[in-house]
């Protein structure tokens, strides 16, 4: 096998290191089923490379362990690259259970970077810092409500978390999500937009403004059995497609949401400036991170991007 050139040091930081491609099994398949593995594959030669390299070691770094990251060098990895369809570089895959379940190619801003790393935390069921164990324990009690359907309970949990920790934003998550479920969308919006600015980036505050933007779709959404009658029709009518796409979410069925963006993303995707890619990545934020629609929908987009 090809051994690492003698110029090659292990980058700093205890959750980085190099991998070569006899240990790519083991450092990130198998790794990858106790912690996600970010590997990023480069080449010194490449100059983004330079510049995403670090941002994305810093990122893992600042994680604290919840996230590792394997870089691996293409040129001595050639094997690797090819039956990962490797095809330009910078390209960075995510690993999670011995599968990549996310993806991007490119040096990007650091912000998208963080949000990336935050996502696949949280895919892993990993979270931000420490809470107290009765906020904690509040949290999943207003969590099972809102599942059973007592959303106006779940609301007064919520507000009263929100009295204890202000900033607690799987609370103005929750508050929202709440509200949405009790079909009182203005008043969803309003707490959302009330929301401390420390947290507004927050991966739960994204959620729940994902959700906010399907449920005011969904005022709008027309009938799915026309619009499907319509696609049926005319496979390449892709305002019909994104529509019955809208559609179908509006009724809750976001597997064939996706399906169809799916789809529509296969046949054109710069159609109307990218909507297709633009309204997946909504539903993606508006579900869990590791939601089986999620993990599936996103592995697809992978591989019709890295084609």
Request: charged share 25%; with cysteine.
């Amino acid at each position: 096998m090809i051994e690492l050139g003698a110029g090659t040091k292990a980058p700093a930081g205890g959750h980085v290191k190099d991998v070569r491609e006899m240990d790519f099994m083991a450092e990130v398949v198998e790794a990858s089923r106790e912690v996600p593995v970010i590997v990023d594959f480069w080449a010194p030669w490449c100059g983004p490379c330079k510049t995403l390299g670090p941002m994305l070691e810093d990122a893992v770094n600042a994680a604290g362990g919840k996230v590792r990251m394997a870089k691996v060098n293409v040129d001595e990895a050639q094997q690797i690259a090819a039956q990962l369809r490797i095809q330009s570089i910078p390209t960075v895959y995510a690993f999670w259970q011995g599968q990549p379940v996310d993806g991007f190619q490119g040096a990007v801003p650091q912000s998208e970077i963080k949000a990336f790393v935050d996502r696949l935390i949280a895919q892993a069921g990993g979270g931000g810092a420490e809470e107290g164990g009765g906020l904690d324990e509040a949290l999943a009690a207003a969590e099972e409500m809102l599942e059973q359907g007592a959303a106006a309970d779940a609301v007064q949990i919520f507000a009263a978390i929100l009295g204890e920790d202000d900033k607690n934003a799987a609370a103005y998550g929750g508050m929202v999500r709440a509200h949405l479920a009790m079909g009182e969308i203005d008043q969803a919006e309003a707490i959302l937009n009330g929301a401390p600015v420390e947290i507004s980036k927050a991966p739960e505050l994204e959620a729940a403004h994902a959700q906010l933007q399907l449920a005011r779709q969904a005022e709008n959404a027309g009938p799915v059995a026309e619009l499907t009658a319509a696609v049926e029709a005319d496979p390449d009518n892709h305002q019909a497609r994104f529509d019955l796409a809208l559609a179908l979410a509006a009724k809750g069925d976001n597997g064939a949401a996706v399906d169809h963006l799916l789809e529509l993303f296969r046949r054109d995707r710069e159609w109307n400036d990218g909507a297709a890619k633009s309204q997946l990545f909504t539903i993606f934020d508006a579900l869990k991170p590791n939601d089986p629609i999620v993990l599936k929908g996103r592995r697809k987009l992978s591989s019709m991007l890295f084609v």
